[in-house]
């Protein structure tokens, strides 16, 4: 079970204190849209080279999701804050429906990776390019604004990287007001 904080709640699938999907998310996410910017970069130039990428950043990014899924899944059914969090269900939903759109999106390019980007592959990459950004802004407010995998921690040893400035000090020593820079 996930220990609880004053702010947040520990990752059970984590090394170190560090989630492992907060790691490992970055992958499929990289894929996923390199997917749709190589679509696009092939309906522009026609060079097949592009749709090829495209079916092979599909294949990477599906691969990648699947397993940055793992710790992400073991997090939902061992937090309990985790699984009443609404934020948690919807993020999980929309994770599996593009990893189902990024399936449909490789079978229509399975045999002809050309053809499939100038059929449905450019829209099917444009949707799950656009469900990743609402995943992904879900699994930020779970990770900001509710402390999923994001602890504070207010342990001495961090005390040394901790400082406290004024706004005012900081405009003051900026010559905010004036448009000029004093250093």
């Known amino acids: 079970m996930g220990r609880y904080h004053r702010h947040g709640v520990e990752s ?8 492992l999907h907060h790691m490992l ?4 996410i990289a894929f996923l849209i390199g997917a749709f910017a190589t679509d696009i970069a ?3 130039t026609g060079t ?7 079916y092979w950043l599909l294949m990477g990014g599906i691969i990648t ?7 992400g899944f073991i997090d939902f059914m061992t937090i309990d804050r985790v699984r009443n969090l609404w934020i948690s269900w919807a993020h999980m939903v929309a ?3 593009i990893v189902g759109i990024a399936l449909v999106n490789v079978s229509v390019r399975w045999d002809n990776p050309a053809a499939g980007t100038q059929g449905w592959g450019l829209w099917l990459s444009g949707l799950q ?11 930020g407010e779970m990770a900001y604004r509710y402390g999923v995998g994001a602890i504070q921690d ?3 040893e961090v005390e040394q990287f901790h400082v406290e400035v004024e706004r005012m000090d900081t405009a003051d020593a900026y010559n905010r007001s004036s448009g000029t820079n004093s250093r």
């Open 42 to 44: 092939f309906v522009s």
């Open 25 to 28: 998310i970055a992958f499929p």
């Open 154 to 156: 207010d342990s001495p």
């Open 129 to 139: 390019t656009l469900l990743l950004l609402f995943s992904g802004w879900l699994g």
């Open 65 to 71: 999701a699947l397993v940055a899924a793992v710790p």
């Open 48 to 54: 097949p080279f592009w749709a090829e990428a495209s």
């Open 95 to 97: 994770n599996l429906v």
């Open 12 to 19: 059970t699938a984590s090394i170190a204190g560090h989630p």
